[in-house]
């Protein structure tokens, strides 16, 4: 079993920063990619940022340029990176990871989420 555990929420002002941050534990061998994702009361969860084990990184149009994505692979982290916050970000952020455990033993684990509130 692996747990994800996700810090660094909270409030901040219209073009703050804010720092989250993802640690995985539990029966890990390695982890593939490593993804954020927001959700708004109301509308579907969608795609911020993956970066997989090459250090290949992807975002959504909409936090390009302002959100970055980057991990630490001897601590089985991921971070996310948020500069210039504006109050649409707002959010509920969760990270999601596609864990290996075993030869044949690959799925994917989401974090709890974390409230990320900006204030305009």
């Known amino acids: 079993q692996v747990q994800l555990v996700e810090s660094g929420g909270g409030l901040v002002q219209a073009g703050g920063s804010l720092r989250l941050s993802c640690a995985a534990s539990g029966s890990i061998f390695s982890i593939n990619a490593m993804s954020w994702y927001r959700q708004v009361p109301g509308k579907q969860r969608e795609l911020v940022a993956t970066?997989?084990?090459?250090?290949?990184?992807n975002y959504a149009e909409s936090v390009k340029g302002r959100f970055s994505i980057s991990r630490d692979n001897s601590k089985n982290t991921v971070y996310l990176q948020m500069n210039g916050v504006k109050p649409e970000d707002t959010a509920v952020y969760y990270c999601?990871?596609?864990?290996?455990?075993?030869?044949?033993?690959?799925?994917?684990?989401w974090g709890q989420g974390t409230q990320v509130t900006v204030s305009s």
């Open positions: 970066i997989i084990s090459g250090g290949s990184t």
């Open positions: 999601k990871m596609t864990v290996r455990s075993g030869i044949i033993s690959i799925f994917d684990y």
